[in-house]
């Protein structure tokens, strides 16, 4: 299922931004995206559960030659498995080997795959579904056992990051068990004896940001306060990154009247937004460097952010095109590797959406973000 999801309201003020450079006026209106939900009872509620499986589509394909880009590299590609066509497991682990991607993100622990990824040396972020998050949070039973099934059963996979649900925030009713689960999971792992090895995050949307521009007065919303607050400070106390899903893509159909396809696809010829002694060139950055602006207002400035999701569609939507596609990926896979304006020199670990294009997803646009199709061909090849 895909995560209904609002074109964040943080991005309104990147509207504004190109409404002054030029010269127009009003406010084009956001609206959400459509994906579906499913009615469970847990925790002894009857919930409308957003479900934790990857919130977008997929990113396109290319060959093992073309590939090398990802090779010596913090880029890793999301696994998602919302397609009745896609090649098992064993497979895909070979492709991921075979392009040198060296890190993977899949959304839930499933058997099948983490048996596949023993003995490949492939770096991983495991998710904790969304529905799990109050049964994990209110018993440390149930976290002892999360972890013993999905982490300590799995010696030889090469765990790295630990998701606990994906993009919760108020008024969702998991947003009340998010920190909660977050600590008895990092306990359950610690008391392993693995706190050192893999670090416990969520990765939060950017509809978090309520002021973002320019990117030095970024700051959470302000109602957001009490709730992301405690959990910056359990990443700083246990020195954990900071996990954002972020898509210049929504940005960009957001107002594309406004906001121009080369400052969402890294290829604008010069700087854009000034902003004290820092230039932007792309919104990638932008974004970036107002998440670390507002992490530095709540008590998080030694918080390193890792993307967790980004990527472009090839097909379904406004500017969804395979060269559009094609040249935001390969911008991106050069461009992280230098850091941002705000924190220059250090890679920036980032994870592409996503390796296959997935048929179950909805609405159209959402098929469409893989790196390959599910017979495991390149959608497009990346440039070098």
């Known amino acids: 299922m895909s995560i209904a999801m609002r074109i964040p309201a ?26 579906s939900a499913a009615g469970k009872v847990y925790c ?29 590299s913090h880029v890793g590609v999301c696994y998602g498995s919302l397609g009745d066509n896609l090649p098992p497991p064993h497979e895909v682990i070979h492709l991921y080997k075979h392009n040198n991607i060296p890190r993977m993100r899949i959304y839930s622990p499933l058997p099948h795959v983490l048996q596949a990824l023993r003995g490949s040396n492939i770096e991983v972020m495991v998710g904790v579904a969304n529905e799990d998050l109050c049964h994990i949070a209110t018993n440390m039973a149930n976290a002892y056992s999360w972890v013993h099934n999905n982490i300590r059963n799995y010696a030889k996979v090469n765990f790295r990051y630990i998701a606990v649900g994906n993009e919760i925030h108020p008024p969702a009713w998991e947003a009340n068990h998010l920190l909660g689960a977050m600590k008895n999971i990092h306990r359950a792992i610690s008391e392993a004896g693995l706190g050192n090895q893999i670090k416990v995050s969520t990765p939060f949307s950017t509809e978090i940001l309520g002021e973002s521009y320019p990117p030095s007065k970024g700051s959470f919303k302000p109602h957001m306060g009490s709730f992301i607050n405690p959990i910056i400070r359990f990443l700083v106390d246990t020195h954990a990154p900071f996990f954002l899903n972020m898509y210049t893509y929504f940005s960009y159909i957001g107002s594309p009247h ?16 000034h902003d004290g002694q820092f230039g932007y060139q792309n919104i990638f950055d932008a974004v970036l460097d107002a998440a670390y602006s507002a992490l530095e207002k709540a008590g998080g400035g030694s918080l390193e952010i890792v993307v967790a999701e980004t990527g472009w569609p090839s097909a379904g939507g406004l500017a969804s095109t395979v060269e559009n596609a094609r040249t935001y990926n390969t911008n991106l896979l050069r461009h992280v590797k230098g850091g941002t304006p705000k924190r220059p020199g250090k890679p920036i670990q980032t994870y592409l959406f996503s390796m296959f294009n997935e048929n179950k997803k909805e609405p159209a646009f959402e098929k469409h973000w893989g ?5 495991k061909q390149p959608v497009y090849h990346t440039r070098n």
Do not use: C, D, Q
């Open 10 to 35: 943080s991005e309104l003020s990147w509207v504004l931004e190109w409404e002054a450079i030029k010269g127009e006026k009003g406010r084009k209106k956001i609206g959400k995206r459509s994906g």
């Open 44 to 72: 002894g509620r009857t919930e409308k559960l957003l479900a934790s499986e990857g919130s977008r589509g997929k990113l396109k394909e290319v060959t093992a030659v073309e590939m090398k880009s990802f090779e010596k």
């Open 258 to 273: 406004l906001i121009s396809l080369e400052y969402a696809l890294f290829t604008s010829p010069g700087v854009v937004v």
């Open 371 to 375: 790196l390959f199709y599910p017979n």
